[in-house]
């Protein structure tokens, strides 16, 4: 599987966006980026996912370098309840034993 | 759409019973499901993938007589812990995958104290 890095944590201040980087220099040219988040003693919430377009939702935008080493999430307007931990994960999508690893995450805390 | 539920949401017992956990994909059907488990101000960890009518297959590391997955129908898995003790205790998580589609789609979580 590809890995990825993400900071351990990030502050916020409520109302700005927030701008989450993700490093996966070694994906390859058919996997996807994807971005979950985990609010406290909660499943995880699917966010966005990508694979070589910048792609927008109602919840947030994914910025991908045109090398594909590096991604941004953007929350462009940050609330409390965006207090969550963000995963950044790698997926080939491809065959039935496809499964999500989540690695670390970075623990996003939106400050009054 | 795309619902996972997971019951009990939170279960405490006492060491050496036996705990079962149910997920269920409410509004789709799951050929595979996946469960997790989660210790505390650490990330999710993969324990075992299963599909339906077939034996689950667990990752490296995880005891298998002692976390039993069964898969039995398309909307319902269960994660029994056999004879629990305090290092069981964590935040057990489950996915399900519909059978045409990549996308996970993940449960509330069941919160399980052992004392």
């Known amino acids: 599987d590809a890995k990825t890095t993400q900071p351990t944590s990030m502050d916020c201040a409520e109302g700005r966006a927030a701008n989450l980087p993700c490093n996966h220099s070694t994906i390859s040219g058919n996997e996807y980026v994807y971005w979950y988040r985990q609010i406290h003693s909660q499943g995880p919430q699917y966010i966005i996912h990508?694979?070589?377009n910048n792609e927008t939702n109602e919840m947030a935008s994914l910025i991908i370098t045109e090398d594909r080493k590096s991604s941004t999430l953007i929350l462009p307007h940050a609330t409390l309840r965006d207090t969550a931990v963000y995963y950044c994960?790698?997926?080939?999508?491809?065959?039935?034993?496809?499964?999500?690893?989540f690695g670390k995450g970075t623990r996003l805390h939106i400050l009054p | 759409g795309a619902v996972v539920s997971q019951h009990p949401s939170r279960v405490i017992c006492k060491s050496g019973t036996s705990v079962k956990i149910e997920c269920r994909s409410l509004d789709f059907q799951a050929t595979t499901m996946f469960w997790y488990r989660q210790f505390p101000k650490q990330s999710l960890m993969l324990m075992a993938t299963s599909n339906e009518g077939s034996k689950a297959t667990y990752e490296q590391g995880v005891e298998k007589d002692k976390f039993l997955i069964n898969h039995a129908s398309l909307t319902l898995s269960t994660l029994t812990v056999t004879s629990a003790h305090p290092e069981d205790s964590s935040f057990y998580i489950c996915?399900?995958?519909?059978?045409?589609?990549?996308?996970?789609?993940f449960g509330p979580g069941t919160r399980l104290t052992v004392l």
């Open positions: 994960i790698v997926r080939l999508r491809m065959n039935r034993d496809d499964k999500i690893i």
């Open positions: 996915s399900a995958r519909g059978g045409r589609g990549w996308e996970q789609f």
């Open positions: 990508g694979l070589k």
